[in-house]
T-cell receptor, first 115, second 111 residues
Framework: NAGVTQTPKFQVLKTGQSMTLQCAQD?????MYWYRQDPGMGLRLIYY???????DKGEVPNGYNVSRLNKREFSLRLESAAPSQTSVYFC??????????????FGPGTRLTVT | KNEVEQSPQNLTAQEGEFITINCSYS?????LHWLQQHPGGGIVSLFM???GKKKHGRLIATINIQEKHSSLHITASHPRDSAVYIC?????????????FGKGTKLSVKP
């Protein structure tokens, strides 16, 4: 049971480049989340998916797009990276299958630097 | 004003000390979470509370719903407890299951 996995772990982009962050979970959870974490700020929600086939904006969606490819996978795309998107990105999932319906399980994070 | 406030922001303790981290929130909640983030970056859930008190090993979490306040206590602290501790809540007004996070408390325990 790998839990929540994210790739890549580290990435450096130049301004204007695009990339996709991948997230997968093997707990059969319905809900999946993408967060960013910046120094001095709490985790902030970028997008979430309450179930397969649905996605919704969170607190800071500008500059990002998401795809819920299937129940397991939820990807985050930066179409034209900007230095303000330098951050650590976390994926998380939640579901009744692992006991408590409110508990979120986090991936290891992706450290992204945009120069 | 942030909906979830933690104090202190930073905390340094000597090994063996009793530690308290506080969390106050301004919204109605269905649950409150304490999370731990180690220097390597991974985030794990420690507790989920909707009332009362929970204990796991040397960690104790309490919540007072009327006062909108929770505390995380660590007894007999150890250098391996050094981490960032994050308080988060599920609010009644938000989308089901979504969390609102505090900024975290960075704890350093010296040997």
């Amino acid at each position: 049971n790998a839990g929540v996995t994210q790739t890549p772990k580290f990435q450096v982009l130049k301004t204007g480049q695009s990339m996709t962050l991948q997230c997968a979970q093997d707990m059969n959870h319905n809900s999946m989340y993408w967060y960013r974490q910046d120094p001095g700020m709490g985790l902030r929600l970028i997008y979430y998916s309450a179930s397969e086939g649905t996605t919704d904006k969170g607190e800071v969606p500008n500059g990002y797009n998401v795809s819920r490819l299937n129940k397991r996978e939820f990807s985050l795309r930066l179409e034209s990276a900007a230095p303000s998107q330098t951050s650590v990105y976390f994926c998380a999932s939640r579901g009744v299958e692992t006991g408590d319906p409110y508990e979120q399980y986090f991936g290891p994070g992706t450290r992204l630097t945009v120069t | 004003k942030n909906e979830v406030e933690q104090s202190p922001q930073n905390l340094t303790a000597q090994e063996g000390e009793f530690i308290t981290i506080n969390c106050s929130y301004s919204v109605g909640i269905s649950a409150l979470h304490w999370l731990q983030q180690h220097p390597g970056g991974g985030i794990v859930s420690l507790f989920m509370l909707s009332s009362g008190k929970k204990k796991h090993g040397r960690l104790i979490a309490t919540i007072n719903i009327q006062e909108k306040h929770s505390s995380l206590h660590i007894t007999a602290s150890h250098p391996r407890d050094s981490a960032v501790y994050i308080c988060a809540v599920n609010s009644y007004g938000g989308s089901q299951g979504n969390l609102i996070f505090g900024k975290g408390t960075k704890l350093s325990v010296k040997p």
